[in-house]
């Protein structure tokens, strides 16, 4: 049987702005029974290439080098948080605290697109090999920084090399593994997530408070010693459409669409800056805030004009991948995923050290419920989606039980108890779990072999960009309906700056027993206010499976793009040529 990763439909049906509920027909994308010489042409490609699938024992050990790279970009991500009081203490800068977690993100954020690009015209191995390679030497740049500059620019290495692992991983999964079971492979990644994401912080403040802080970045160098010299023996064999382009060096660069590209990073740069900055560190009426937003929007304007000017073989984001619906609302619905769950993993633990006066492990242990319950709702619907054949269904678990989990999750109160906010966990967690990789089968599922690439890296840039937009929106949601409350309250004795300056923990210190109880539910009604954010972009969710397409990834086959996109990358071609 021919296991390939999309169907072949024609072109007014890839571009229908019809939008099925329920499996269309039998459920089943069939194979016309008429096809062209190209597309015949294509199949048997397709067919060589299942020759070169991975299985046995080398495929354990190259599924086990791609999560333990995984597993060191993951830990990376919250690793430093519970480490950063001790690296204060040793560079004796405070301003600076910002920028060790935001560099790390800023960079795999802004690049993801640009990996995906280069994944689609070079060797798979060597790209990925590149990229663990600069995250390496991120990793021992921010372990031996003498200065807080020194970590920072550390720090943003490092998230240049994890922009190109988690999209290479899943391309190699792509090219080196049936469809039927990408699902399931997939989920893995998401469960190696929610294990570093429960690891980190815990081994972050263990070293911290043991050895050295330097020792979360040394960390990550004989893992990733130890995955590349995996991945070296376990990668060997690799279709031709993993090899690379072997084009001339200009044609190359042609391809890696320069223009769309600086101006696409540098807009994702100018505003996760704005964001990083507004509310916090300046007001959004500053100056500084305005001009990178500004910046954003004319650099947004020209990587979109670019994208329509270039030929389809050189653009960033190709036209087959923009006139695809269930691309289109799979993106939609992965920013919003990313923006709740990435909310509430930031500001529940909040509740717990703040509200509930937990300490960092405790509201570690405390939020348990969400990472293990996620972990393991990622992994099921992987096993579920193998052996069932769709995806979809899946998505609508998502986007129906994640709104409601947030939902109770905002009625949390100073007086919860922990079968309040255990049963509130769980749901949500099932609901975040079902639908987390499932825009990842879906770039699988629906897309040319060729383009799945660009397509990771859409669904992903999607995923972070979510996170990082709202995670910002409601710490400026909580920062300011904290201040606004506890000015209202008029405390006798207290000043309103001191007691909000004290920070999330140490204000019991300075509170009154009398007034503290007012605090509390001050600090509790404005956590509420930003959890209501991440329930509002979980509500949204809902729109991205209304345009998706029900696609049964067990009969899906990697189908050369029709007959309108072949003839317009062919003109596109041509005209290169020409020029």
Known sequence: MTIDTSTHRSNDEVNSSSFPLAPLGSGDHERSTRETPEQTAASQREEDEEKFYTTGIRLFFLLTALLISIFCEALDETIIATAIPRITDYFHVLTDVGWY???????????????GKLYQIFSLRWVFMSSLFIFEVGSLVSAVAPTSRALIVGRAFAGL??????????????????????????????????????AGPLIGGAFAQTVTWRWNFYLNLPIGGAAALILTMSLRKLPPSAKGQHLPFWKAMQRLDPIGTISFVAGIICLLIALQWGGTRYPWSSGRVIALLVMFGILSV????????????????????????????????AFCQGAAFNLFIFYLPLYFQIVKNATPIKSGVDYLPLILVNTIAILLSGVLTTK???????IWVSSILMPIGAGLLTLLKVNSNAGHWVGYQLLFAIGSGFGLQQPFVTAQAVLP???????????????????????SVAETVFAGELIRRIKAMGLEGL????????????????????????????????????YLVGLIMACL??????????????????????????????????NNHEN
Not at 555 to 562: F, I, L, N
Request: hydrophobic letters at 50%; proline letters at 5%.
């Open 449 to 471: 072999i060729e383009y799945i690439s660009t397509g990771t890296a859409v669904m992903l840039f999607a995923q972070l960009l979510g996170a990082a937009i709202f995670v």
């Open 101 to 115: 977690g935001s560099a790390y993100l800023l960079t795999d954020c802004a690049f993801q697109l640009f990996f």
């Open 495 to 530: 000043d309103p700056e001191e007691l909000i300056n004290s920070g999330a923990t140490q204000f019991r210190s300075i509170v009154p027993a009398d007034q503290l109880h007012q605090v509390l539910e001050a600090y509790n009604t404005s956590l509420v206010r930003a």
């Open 388 to 394: 069932l054949g769709y995806y979809m269904p899946w």
């Open 541 to 574: 969710s809902v729109i991205g499976p209304l345009g998706m397409e029900w696609v049964n990834v067990k009969k899906t086959k990697t189908s050369a793009p029709d007959d309108t996109q072949r003839a317009s990358d062919r003109k596109g071609l041509e």
């Open 161 to 198: 090399g994890a922009a190109g692992l988690t999209s290479g991983a899943l391309n190699i999964m792509a090219h080196t593994t049936p469809v039927r079971w990408r699902p399931l492979f997939t989920s893995f990644i998401g469960a190696v997530y929610g294990i570093a994401s429960v």
């Open 302 to 333: 020209v990587f979109i004009i670019s994208q329509m000017l270039l030929a389809p073989t050189n653009a960033t984001i190709p036209r087959i991948i923009v006139r695809n619906r269930s691309m289109a609302f799979g993106a939609w619905f």
